[in-house]
Nanobody, 119 residues
Framework: QLQLVESGGGLVQAGGSLRLSCAAS????????MGWFRQAPRKEREFVAA????????WYADSVKGRFTISRDNAKNTVDLQMNMLKPEDTAVYYC????????????WGQGTQVTVSS
């Protein structure tokens, strides 16, 4: 099994920054990609960013490009999401997820961490 635990959420004013971290444990050797998703109240979960576990490629939703940066540390088995220039519309529960191949769904999910951006 693979376990994912997020940390780093909180309350921040608009324009501020937060850094989320996702720690992976267990069968980390099966991971091909890691992603961050978010779900705001009364909205569907949406993709935020993803990165190949081996490094090199990263993808972002248009809504966060230029403001958020995803990175990974294979030695520590962590994936971080640096969020800058936060907006109230970034308020959501943020989830870390892992997939075992490029084309597969994200099969493993963390419990989520709340990010609240005040105006």
């Amino acid at each position: 099994q693979l376990q994912l635990v997020e940390s780093g959420g909180g309350l921040v004013q608009a324009g501020g920054s937060l850094r989320l971290s996702c720690a992976a444990s267990g069968r980390t050797f099966i991971v091909y990609k890691m992603g961050w998703f978010r779900q705001a109240p009364r909205k569907e979960r949406e993709f935020v960013a993803a990165i190949r576990w081996s490094g090199g490629s990263a993808w972002y939703a248009d809504s966060v490009k230029g403001r958020f940066t995803i990175s990974r540390d294979n030695a520590k088995n962590t994936v971080d999401l640096q969020m800058n220039m936060l907006k109230p519309e970034d308020t959501a529960v943020y989830y870390c997820a892992a997939g075992t191949s490029w084309s597969s769904d994200y099969d493993y999910w963390g419990q989520g961490t709340q990010v609240t951006v005040s105006s």
